[in-house]
């Protein structure tokens, strides 16, 4: 079965300053990577996703985040983060079983940005 | 557009209480999913349907049912609420897993 780690429970950047938001995966073939984030109070966004090609992926709101086979991650990254990035963060791997396709989820990063 | 409609979105059952979380897509999406989430823990998925006519229980299942309506309405059924099933619960549609999930805004239950 697939699994995902986010190791960071909570991360604290400085308005302007570059981010690093860890994801390493467990799943026996190529996996579906995605990553989303969840303001307060709301449901879940769609920031990016990875299942084929070019290994550096852009997404929205000027995220992006890189697969590495070698060391199973897919790590988010932002150069400038803003205030309002300041939201929790989920990390999801999707694989087929028996047919049918599920997201297993990490545990999630809550982002705060300090001024 | 609408997306992913989730209701109620707050309720508060008492112990033993039954009650059903509605979930509707209009997006034509085939697949549909419940998923709980609770402090520390991500999300867990209850139950999924792949498609019309078909249901499977995902990781967490205990204590819930559900009922894949049409294609559209995929709902969760708690029939006896314990205080273990306080929780936020998403509803989300995918038409391949390609593209992820669209959620709803979300369930705030708690059971006291």
């Known amino acids: 079965a697939q699994s995902v780690t986010q190791p960071d429970i909570h991360i604290t950047v400085s308005e302007g300053a570059s981010l690093e938001l860890r994801c390493n995966y467990s799943?026996?073939?190529?996996?579906?990577l995605f990553w989303y984030v969840q303001s307060p109070g709301q449901g879940l966004q769609l920031l990016l996703k990875?299942?084929?090609?070019?290994?550096l992926v852009q997404g929205i709101k000027g995220f992006e985040a890189e697969f590495k086979r070698s060391q199973s991650s897919f790590n988010l990254r932002k150069p400038s983060v803003h205030w309002s990035d300041a939201a929790e963060y989920f990390c999801a791997v999707g694989a087929f079983s028996s047919g049918y396709s599920t997201l297993t989820f990490g545990k999630g990063t809550m982002l705060l940005v300090s001024p | 557009n609408a997306g992913v409609t989730q209701t109620p979105k707050f309720q508060v059952l008492k112990t033993g209480q039954s009650m059903t979380l509605q979930c509707a897509q209009d997006?034509?999406?085939?697949?549909m999913y419940w998923y709980r989430q609770d402090p520390g823990m991500g999300l867990r998925l209850i139950y999924y349907?792949?498609?019309?006519?078909?249901?499977d229980k995902g990781e967490v299942p205990n204590g819930y049912n559900v009922s894949r309506l049409n294609k559209r309405e995929f709902s969760l059924r708690l029939e006896s609420a314990a205080p273990s099933q306080t929780s936020v619960y998403f509803c989300a549609s995918s038409e391949a897993l390609k593209g992820g999930y669209t959620f709803g805004s979300g369930t705030r239950l708690t059971v006291v």
């Open positions: 799943y026996g073939a190529t996996p579906y």
């Open positions: 997006m034509n999406h085939n697949s």
């Open positions: 349907s792949a498609s019309e006519g078909t249901t």
């Open positions: 990875y299942f084929s090609g070019d290994t």
